[in-house]
């Protein structure tokens, strides 16, 4: 069984989400979503909403966990802010047969983990997804490596804190790569997922 999927991102991504992370960046800097403010997202060691260039990024991970699922990165993604809204989604980057997809990437094939962004583990009750589906991508290439994925509840039960030792910045949340369930499932609509645990 597959636990990853290869993706070749289109080119005319990397000029869509070069866009979005400029646009992105921008708003952030103008003050438009000062909830993140109170957040504690921005403004510390780890912000990135002044970073264009891993907002980017991150929006290419969405785009390549997308195609992996057979979605249409235009229609299926959020490429604006919606008038009102709170920020850029509300936990989750696409809708995959009903199911709350968020992608989470890392920038090399080697990478063990699946992490919980170490800013956002104080946000993690208030995000709404029911899976958390694993992309690597290397920087400055069009291939990507999408799977595996976890289930929401399993994730919060069985994740592992990163200590001092750990590569990972210390209090980061994750899991390894061998506990993930492979992508295969979920692009069967997991008819074998265990949802006893």
């Known amino acids: 069984m597959r636990q990853s999927v290869d993706v070749e991102i289109p080119r005319k991504y990397i000029s869509l989400c070069g866009d979005f992370g400029s646009q992105m960046a921008a708003d952030y800097a103008a003050g438009k979503y000062s909830h993140s403010l109170r957040a504690g997202l921005m403004n510390n060691e780890h912000d990135i909403y002044n970073r264009p260039d891993i907002l980017a990024a991150s929006k290419l991970y969405e785009v390549a966990a997308a195609l992996a699922l057979n979605l249409e990165p235009e229609t299926a993604l959020r490429w604006g802010f919606d008038e009102g809204s709170k920020g850029p989604d509300s936990g989750h980057d696409m809708i995959f047969h009903g199911w709350k997809i968020d992608a989470k990437?890392?920038?090399?094939?080697?990478?063990?983990?699946?992490?919980?962004?170490?800013?956002?583990?104080?946000?993690?009750?208030?995000?709404?997804?029911?899976?958390?589906l694993w992309v690597r991508r290397p920087p400055k290439t069009l291939k990507a490596k999408v799977g595996g994925f976890v289930q929401r509840y399993r994730f919060e039960k069985h994740?592992?804190?990163?200590?001092?030792?750990?590569?990972?910045?210390?209090?980061?949340?994750?899991?390894?790569?061998?506990?993930?369930?492979?992508?295969?499932?979920?692009?069967?609509?997991?008819?074998?997922?265990?949802?006893?645990?």
């Open 105 to 132: 990437g890392t920038y090399s094939f080697e990478n063990k983990f699946l992490l919980w962004p170490l800013p956002k583990n104080n946000l993690w009750d208030k995000k709404d997804f029911d899976f958390l």
């Open 159 to 197: 994740h592992h804190t990163a200590d001092s030792q750990h590569p990972l910045d210390e209090g980061t949340w994750y899991m390894d790569a061998g506990e993930l369930d492979p992508i295969e499932l979920l692009l069967g609509l997991m008819p074998d997922a265990d949802s006893s645990h």
